[in-house]
């Protein structure tokens, strides 16, 4: 409730940047999320016009009041879900008809009613050149009817549209991207009469004119300018100190980190920013190298309504089918995720609160990818609205990994007493990274993140919809323990009263 009511007035000072705020804050995350919670004690309703004049005050002083652009278009409130094309159709593969199709296949399949309403066309369709007038335009071969024409079809399903661009003179495929202040407006123009939703910038050839930032800014700010409401995902390239637990082949990663620490608010740049070691592949090395990416690449208080750790695209299905060319990043011959794998990589996201991007071929699913796309509890986890990352509570190498993430209060969370305190709710995500069975154990101290005031958390497990087994309940002093097989990983929700 706190986070809500104070968004209007946050949204109206969104031109300051908020990493102060984050800065005189106790360093902790859980003594953070302790330090809203007093303030939400002292105005229990936030009905009270004043109360909540002074919790929104508090706020805003502590922000720093230097001047700075910032993203205006009200999207992204929890992380998107949709499809791109990345993973299965990448360049020669790409083109009109399988867009179509795959639009085709969102609906029929139940997809669209589970929220996944992005269909995102990536590397590959633009032309080489621009036109006589520096307009960007589509390949004439692969999109024949253009982009005004597949905006519309997708629209006229019930879902949105996205386009992919770069911030450099050309793309990840050697297509044309926007060279910076060069083409941003003109190609922001276009974005707009095409009626796009959703703009991937990526940073493959980027050698244009001005800063990393100042790139993605002059697109930023050309969307704003053309008022329409497109949400945009960032693709930034940072240098890293080296390679890290095999999960990283170059001295080149996707990480905020260096922006904040120049003291720049990357909220203020776009929806999302990509946290990887490199792209997101088909095994389950991929899945372990995206939960480190996370702990080290970037931090959490980046994750935020309107603002996300980017994950990349899934690769949960990519076994099922894919197209046999040389590039797509589905394929790998030698060890593909199984069924068991992409469960665990679709928890992952879910608890860390990543965008929900697919990326496999949903014209071809298996039953089991189907099941673990669409269970409503699950991705109501991913979708709450308080929009916090779980926080990695306990780890061990090739072993076993605890996430546990805050969820808003709900009605049902009400506790039967006289005074009508709330509880306290929590998602567990539980994983086993390596190669043997393992019996792993919850602490009963790690569900509070800073909460006290609790004696018994209920578990239900999320993934058959009933209570945890062996036991429903975990106390606050007690241990719950539970056992998985090689890869595998479950999903909690928890009431604690």
Known sequence: QPFQQTDTVLQRHRDKPLV????????????????????????????????????????????????????????????????ASWNTFVDVALNESVIRETADAIVASGLKDLGYEYVNVDCGWSAVNRTASGQIQPDPDRFPTGMAALSEYIHNLGLKFGLYTARGPVECCGRTGYNGSVHAAKDATSFAKWKVDYLKVDSCGADGPGTEWEQFAAMRDALNATGRPVYLSICEITEDEGVRDGC????????????????????????????????????????????????????????????????????????????????????????????????????LFVIQASPLILGNDVRHMSPETVATLSNREVLAVNQDPLGHRGERVHFVNNSVAVYVKAL??????????????????RAIAVFNLGETRETFSIQGSWLGLGHTDWADATLRDLWTHAPATPSAHVAATGTFKATLEPHASLL?????T
């Open 20 to 83: 102060a705020l984050w800065a005189q804050t106790p360093t902790r995350r859980t003594d953070r999320r302790a330090a809203f919670d007093v303030s939400s004690q002292h105005c229990p309703k936030m009905h009270s016009a004043s109360c909540t004049r002074l919790f929104c005050v508090v706020i805003v002083l502590q922000c720093q009041l230097q001047p700075s652009s910032a993203l205006d278009n009200g999207l992204g409130r929890t992380p998107p879900m949709g499809w």
């Open 492 to 496: 909690y929700s928890a009431v604690l």
């Open 248 to 347: 990283l082949g170059r001295n080149i990663v996707y990480s905020p980190k260096m922006w904040f620490g120049q003291g720049k608010d990357v909220a203020t740049l776009g929806n999302s920013i990509l946290v990887e070691y490199s792209n997101n592949g088909n095994s389950f090395q991929a899945v372990k190298c995206t939960m480190e990416a996370q702990q080290r690449l970037t931090f959490d208080n980046l994750t935020r309504p309107g603002s996300w750790n980017d994950n990349d695209m899934l690769t949960v299905g990519c076994t099922d089918h894919h197209v046999n060319e040389p590039w797509t990043p589905c394929i790998n011959k030698v060890n593909p995720k199984t069924h068991v794998d992409g469960r665990s990589e679709f928890n």
């Open 408 to 425: 808003a209060l709900s009605a049902s969370a009400m506790l039967p007493s006289a005074t009508n305190r709330q509880s306290v709710r």
